[in-house]
């Protein structure tokens, strides 16, 4: 689990390394759930906008593999039961290649690259 800071995010995932890793942000982009386009592609975007490339150039490895972006839409932006929207609260985060992605429920999709490792 990552820990935000006021330096940054410190990763805690993985506890063998004996080091923090420090994230800035290299990207945010909104997405709106009745507006056009589906949460994929925001996440798409916000990632090909960090990393420097095309939307088109985000393939390896497919962002299913790292995330189930229709459960979370349908978990943070879908309709109840009663088929108001169901306006979930949370944040997911995910390591997508060197990135820290972070979804929020609302709206928000921030993405952090690596900046330092602190050895402990």
């Not at 386009?37 to 299913?64: D, H, Q, R």
Request: aromatic share 10%.
């Amino acid at each position: 689990m990552s820990k935000k800071t006021d330096e940054g995010i410190m990763d805690g995932d993985d506890p063998t390394s004996g080091a923090d890793t420090h994230w800035s942000q290299v990207a945010q982009r909104h997405y709106e759930p009745n507006g056009r386009g589906e949460l994929t592609t925001a996440i798409v975007y916000a990632i090909a906008e960090g990393n420097g490339v095309s939307p088109t150039e985000v393939k390896s490895p497919p962002l299913y593999k790292c995330v189930d972006a229709a459960a979370l839409e349908d978990a943070f932006f879908g309709p109840d039961v009663a088929g108001d929207s169901r306006q979930g609260v949370g944040t997911v985060e995910f390591q997508y290649t060197n990135y820290l992605v972070e979804i929020r429920s609302d709206g928000w999709i921030q993405v952090y690259e690596p900046t330092e490792a602190d050895l402990s």
